[in-house]
């Protein structure tokens, strides 16, 4: 009888908690500099239960919420050992349910990794479109989004081991480092190829691949010295996320209730985030409302979901191998929960790196938001965000080599955003890009190579990280106006049975190759150019639309002339005696010709030069 009722009360228990369906992280590390984890427990009803781990591992804290199916434990990790640890969940003393978690060993000197910085080329590519190396899962069974190449704004089946496969291309053709959007879940059901709305977050998509692939992904790049960089998303989840379909209480969410089903949408008018006249109401709009309706926005004042993310970001650093992180729509976040997270991120990783997108249209304005900056000081504000983007200079490339010289036109554009470079307390860890994923593809804007060429040059040779957009180096193209998908084309070749393979020099047509060929050229000669990564910049207002600066350091310099004139210039050179210091000669590394200077050089129409300067 004795046993019966036992028997009945343990049947009764699993009846009303049933197993526990998720703990996030899903494991960890040993020897972390931050020694606190919080452990995410998700199961029916688990809030009746105690954890207690049979080892002797402190519990700091249990925390509850509104939901009872969540409980969030915290531990002191220190001095744990590497191995698998047994939870229990008690109900008085019966242990009603049992499950271990695993502590790894930390790799070796993972603390110290080396974040991508000015010596590195990065290649920014949405996987979906990249090249697809395992049709087998273009569509699976857990996800609703289905393969359909023919659907510009569908999933194409582009993966991970598409990116593998062509790595060897990657790093022939000069790049150092791979930025490749979202990889996460993304179980909307319509456009969740862009990857930005996520439904799990320790769970590659599988459409993609499996976590193991993405840190294959990584090992392989690594073993050529190369990078790879993750596109985090911090300011918003995705609406098929799986905590938010039984969130754990309200105020995960920046939920409005004027809104239908808590949606209002950003303001995105990000001015009001430091502008001292803005009104609250107008700051809240703008930080708190959501992107879309199937992008809820996430409440980083809420000291739960701020360590959730802040612990995901260091899962995928450790696990994966990263070299560092893009955060997309960095100043959307609550500004104050972003630095944290971003404090957090780099305190574990000293010498990592972080790029926000900071998309403004004034430098003080994105310079606020580097890391140290002495006009984010004037509000007593530090983001602690290594990396920016230089959107400013992507205005100015977008406008300046179609139009001829004038007072604020042409390269008097590229100069005079240059000019504001004193605003940024770490001028060479900038981002510095034509295009990307989200705007007018360069080749649409400018069809004629001469341009690409001069602007390549000009982002390959300026201060900061270049970064380039997949298929550009071919002469890609696409068209804004049309919607993503255009901007957003499929790599010729990365599909068996493509009528051309563009990855390969017999693939690609002639004026392909003219681009690929000047691409490679430039991006492996500036891999070794300390003078490009770290010299000082000296620049001369142009004239004739020709703008000339050089790159110094110690001895070392180089001149770079931009000939933005459809004529041919003859430069005069005694101008510019203070950035020739008496150096009688050079190599133009473009053309592989010497060059020996006299009382003027002449410049061709509409073309760029790299002078390594070598003799006085």
């Known amino acids: 009888m ?43 009803n688990i809030q009746d ?14 925390k509850k919420v509104d939901n009872p199916n969540y409980l969030f434990i915290t531990i002191n990790t220190e001095n744990l050992s590497p191995g698998k640890l047994k939870l229990n969940f008690k109900k008085g003393k019966k242990t009603v349910y049992s499950t271990h ?52 704004d569908g999933r194409h089946g582009g993966d991970i081991a598409g990116i593998i496969q062509h790595l060897d291309y990657l790093q022939n053709l000069g790049v150092t480092t791979i930025w490749s959007t979202p990889l996460l879940e993304d179980n909307e059901p319509r456009t969740s190829y862009h990857g930005y709305a996520q439904s799990n977050y320790y769970q590659i998509d599988p459409r993609y691949g499996t976590n193991e692939d993405y840190k294959n992904l ?77 992008m809820p926005d996430m409440n980083q004042k809420n000291p739960l979901v701020l360590n959730y993310l802040t612990q995901n970001a260091i899962w995928w650093i450790e696990y994966a191998g990263l070299d560092g992180l893009r955060v997309d729509t960095y100043p ?71 139009e001829g010289e004038g007072w604020d036109s042409g390269m008097q554009k590229v100069y005079d955003n240059f000019t504001n470079d004193f605003l940024y307390p770490d001028i060479n860890n900038i981002l510095v890009f034509m295009e990307n994923h989200d705007t007018a593809r360069f080749n649409h804007l ?20 270049p970064q380039l957009y997949y298929g550009t180096e071919i002469g890609m193209t696409g068209d804004k106006s049309k919607g993503d998908g255009d901007i957003r084309k499929d790599f010729p070749g990365g599909w068996k049975g493509d ?15 003219e681009y690929h060929q000047f691409t490679s050229k430039l991006l492996n000669w500036r891999k070794n150019q300390d003078v490009v990564h770290k010299g000082r910049t000296l620049h001369y207002i142009p004239e004739n639309n020709v703008y000339v ?21 003859n430069l005069k050179l005694d101008r510019f005696q203070e950035g020739l210091q008496g150096f009688s000669s050079g190599k133009e590394v473009l053309s592989d010709t010497s060059i020996h200077f006299g009382k003027e050089l002449t410049i061709p129409g509409k073309t760029p030069m790299i002078i390594e300067l070598l003799e006085k």
């Open 332 to 402: 959307y976040n609550d500004k104050n929960g972003i630095a944290q997270w971003t404090k957090n991120i780099m305190t574990e990783y000293p010498n990592f790196n972080i790029v926000g997108e900071i998309w403004m249209h004034d430098q003080a304005q994105i310079a606020y938001w580097q890391k140290d900056s002495k006009i984010g000081a004037i509000e007593n504000y530090n983001s602690h965000l290594p990396s920016v983007m230089d959107f400013t200079l992507h205005n100015a490339i977008n406008q300046a080599f179609k």
């Open 218 to 294: 990584a090992d392989e790049l690594h073993q050529r010295k190369m990078k790879l960089v993750m596109d985090y998303v911090t300011n918003h989840w995705g609406s098929e996320s799986w905590i938010l379909k039984d969130i754990p209480s309200k105020d995960w969410l920046n939920y409005w209730d004027n809104g239908k089903n808590g949606f209002k949408r950003s303001s995105y008018r990000l001015t009001t985030q430091f502008d001292p006249n803005a009104s609250k109401s107008d700051a809240d709009w703008c930080m708190d409302g959501w992107f879309d309706t199937s």
């Open 499 to 513: 009528p051309q393979n563009a990855f390969t020099s017999e693939g690609r047509t002639k004026l392909q190759n």
């Open 2 to 44: 004795k046993k019966a009722i036992t028997l009945g009360l343990f049947l009764g228990y699993s009846l009303l908690y049933s197993q526990i369906q998720k703990i996030e992280p899903t494991f960890w590390w040993t020897g972390m500099k931050n020694p606190e984890l919080q452990l995410l427990v998700y199961g029916k």
């Open 446 to 465: 400018y069809p004629d190579i001469k341009d690409y060429r001069l602007a390549l040059t000009l982002i390959s040779t300026v201060r900061g990280i």
């Open 549 to 569: 600066y050089f790159r110094i350091l110690d001895n070392k310099r180089i001149m770079v002339i931009l000939n933005n004139n459809p004529e041919t210039v």
């Open 49 to 62: 239960l105690e954890p207690e781990f049979t080892t002797a591992v402190p519990i700091k804290e249990v």
């Open 101 to 152: 978690y695993e502590f790894k060993q930390r790799a070796t000197h993972s603390a110290q990794r080396q974040g991508f910085n000015s010596s590195d080329v990065m290649y920014l590519i949405m996987p979906d479109r990249f090249a697809n190396g395992n049709s087998k899962n273009d569509s699976t069974s857990n996800t609703v989004d289905k393969a359909n190449r023919k659907d510009p």
